[in-house]
């Protein structure tokens, strides 16, 4: 059975066998600095970096200027996810796995930060170390760990040297302080320190806003077709309020008005419809009028076209 994790990896290894190389108008540099070793130890926790692991990170390139800073990031260098340029020393030159280590050499600035590292490493190694910060894959297998893949290299500080004996060890301190401070951090600083966080998030919120469109489009839709519905009612109540009138200021004669004539005026276009329903109701007037003339019963002789205009609309409409 195995499992694995994701782990800021901060080890300390003591210089070692270093040559320290000073020619005039050129970098200082202190060769053959251990700057990973094989084993991590943290109390009882332990874990170990397989040599094809770290020759895999140097084949990679992930050591090549790796920056050298004097002591760890403080608790705002860790919050932004950048370092306080100002406590640069130098730079990682010429990386390579020797003695089941990762060696290198460092190329120093000219200024205070340079000195610092160079005098201390020189004067004083056994006060102080150089600290490995990466970013990595810790696998659990079998009742051991070992670091899987070294992912991210973010630095190699100079650290004060520990009470462990050892010499390496995990700081335990800047463990604690890589855990991120969700109260403060910034939607930025999120993406970049978690981006599968992040994409997830915006995924799941990309599918909670469609889904709540999609309801809101919905609800607008029956909420148009209720209200098409209801102006439709009042047309035609209106109409046939406006049909009613009309019939009632005419003289019609009321067995003239019959169902295939309601249904002809309330059908008409309401562009103009006054103008048009009066025009009917003439034209009506004059048919039946010339009806009777003829000696007909004002019907056209049709009784299933009779019926008063209540009977004639309700058949209509209903």
């Not at 990595?136 to 070992?146: H, I, P, R, S, V």
């Not at 966080?197 to 469109?213: N, P």
């Not at 103009?272 to 009917?280: P, S, W």
Request: glycine letters at 10%; charged letters at 30%.
């Amino acid at each position: 059975m195995s499992n694995k994790a994701h782990k800021r990896l901060v080890e300390e290894i003591k210089f070692g066998d270093v040559q320290f190389v000073e020619t005039e108008g050129m970098p200082r540099v202190i060769k053959n600095v251990a700057l990973l070793g094989g084993v991590a130890r943290r109390g009882k926790d332990s874990y170990s970096y397989p040599v094809h692991v770290m020759e895999n990170a140097v084949r990679a390139g992930k050591y090549d200027n790796c920056r050298c800073f004097i002591n760890h990031p403080g608790d705002q260098d860790i919050k932004s996810g950048r370092r306080d340029l100002m406590n640069l020393a130098g730079i990682v030159k010429s990386p390579r796995v020797e003695e089941g280590k990762i060696k290198g050499d460092i190329q120093l600035l000219p200024d205070q930060f340079g000195d610092k590292f160079f005098n201390i490493a020189k004067m004083m190694p056994e006060a102080a170390s150089c600290s490995h910060v990466a970013d990595g894959k810790l696998k659990y297998e079998g009742g051991n760990a070992f670091v899987e893949e070294i992912k991210t290299v973010l630095s190699v500080d100079l650290v004060v040297q520990g009470a462990t004996t050892l010499n390496v060890f995990e700081s335990e301190e800047y463990q604690k302080g890589t855990e991120m401070d969700y109260a403060d951090i910034t939607i930025a600083e999120f993406k970049t320190k978690r981006p599968d966080l992040a994409k997830t998030l915006i995924e799941e919120g990309q599918q909670s806003r469609d889904d709540e469109v999609k309801k809101l489009v919905e609800s607008s839709n029956a909420l148009k077709i209720l209200v098409d519905e209801q102006k439709v009612k009042e047309a035609q109540a209106n109409r046939k309020i406006a049909v009613t009138k009309l019939l009632e200021e005419s003289k019609l004669p009321k067995t003239a008005k019959t169902v295939l004539f309601v249904e002809q005026l309330v059908g008409l276009d309401d562009e103009g419809f006054d103008e048009k329903a009066k025009k009917l109701i003439e034209d009506r007037m004059s048919l039946v009028g010339g009806v009777k003339n003829m000696g007909g019963g004002g019907n056209g002789g049709n009784k299933d076209e009779s019926g008063d205009f209540d009977s004639a609309y309700n058949s209509l409409t209903g």
